[in-house]
């Protein structure tokens, strides 16, 4: 079994900051892309900022200059950094993994449960 499991949820006002926290644990061989995906009522789940092994990075243009992600190959575990939060980043944000569990396994995507972001005065 492979969990991923978010921390660093809340509310906050704009202009303000929150560190999300994304820890993959269980049978995992190797991750080649962890990253952030975020989806609000009403609308489809849009990639938010990912992270591969070799520490590229793909960001989401309304997020661009304010979000950074960070990754612990040895932790298994990637961060995201949003600074100047505004009200339309509101969402549940979750996490996901390309995770291999063994060197004889394909790689699966594996899904976090989400952690909420409240931007609101």
């Known amino acids: 079994q492979v969990q991923l499991v978010e921390s660093g949820g809340g509310s906050v006002q704009p202009g303000g900051s929150l560190r999300l926290s994304c820890a993959a644990s269980?049978?995992?061989?190797?991750?080649?892309?962890m990253g952030w995906y975020r989806q609000a009522p009403g609308k489809q789940r849009e990639l938010v900022a990912l992270i591969r092994t070799d520490g590229t990075t793909n960001f989401a243009a309304s997020v661009k200059g304010r979000f950074t992600i960070s990754r612990d190959n040895a932790q298994n575990t990637v961060n995201l950094q949003m600074n100047s939060l505004k009200p339309e980043d509101t969402a549940a944000y979750l996490c996901n993994g390309v995770i291999r569990r063994s060197s004889r396994d394909s790689f699966s995507l594996y899904w976090g449960q989400g952690t909420q972001v409240t931007v609101a005065s």
């Open positions: 269980g049978s995992i061989f190797s991750i080649e892309i």
